[in-house]
Every structure is written in C-alpha cells, then in structure tokens.
Nanobody, 126 residues
Framework: QVQLVESGGGLVQAGGSLRLSCAAS????????VGWFRQAPGKEREFVAA????????RYAESVKGRFTISRDNAKNTLDLQMNSLKPEDTAVYYC???????????????????WGQGTQVTVSS
C-alpha cells in the first residue's frame, strides 16, 4: 500500500508561482509511475504531469508544458510540482497519484494510477 499526502496549494494571482509537494509513505517500487492530476468544478479529472519513479523520465500535458515541472526525491519519498506562470484556468484541486507501469510509456490516464492523495486546492485569480 502507498499513502499520498499533498500540500502547498493556495491562492495566487495570475502569473504567479506555487510549488506542490506530495509525501509518500509505503513502498514505491522501481516500476512505479508517479504523477499529478487536477480536477476543476464540473469537469473530469485530467492529467497534468507524470514521471517514472526511478529513471526520472517525464511527461506533461500540453497545457502545462514549459510552465510546470515535476520532480521527485527518492531518498525523501516526495514528489513535487513547480507551477510557474499560473493562469486562471489552472484553478483546480490537484491530486498526487502513483501506480505500477504496465507499458514502457509514462501513463496519463487515471485508470493507470491506483493510489491517490486527498487533493489540494489551487486557485489562480485574474
């Protein structure tokens, strides 16, 4: 079992930055992918970014490329999401997720992740 706890959300003006962090407890295996998803009110949960836990290969949604950076600290068992140049459309609850990789490519579907955090709210004002 893996437990995930997010932190770092908040209110920020458009153009600002926030850094989210996800603390993982339990065993994250070398073939796991870890990532971030978000869900805005009335919308489905969508992929933001993910990476393979051990090799650091990353994948980003087109909407956040060049603005967000995903990183992890294997020793501390933490996963971060640095968010720069934030836009009002980035407003959502952000979730940390983990799951075993079934293919060589970094997954981006919610069904590929079976461990989830409780979420942290990010609000970007215009």
């Amino acid at each position: 079992q893996v437990q995930l706890v997010e932190s770092g959300g908040g209110l920020v003006q458009a153009g600002g930055s926030l850094r989210l962090s996800c603390a993982a407890s339990g065993r994250i295996f070398s073939n796991y992918a870890v990532g971030w998803f978000r869900q805005a009110p009335g919308k489905e949960r969508e992929f933001v970014a993910a990476m393979r836990w051990t090799y650091g290969i990353t994948r980003y949604a087109e909407s956040v490329k060049g603005r967000f950076t995903i990183s992890r600290d294997n020793a501390k068992n933490t996963l971060d999401l640095q968010m720069n140049s934030l836009k009002p459309e980035d407003t959502a609850v952000y979730y940390c997720a983990a799951g075993a990789m079934r293919r060589a490519t970094i997954p981006s579907e919610t069904a590929d992740f079976n461990f989830w955090g409780q979420g942290t709210q990010v609000t970007v004002s215009s």
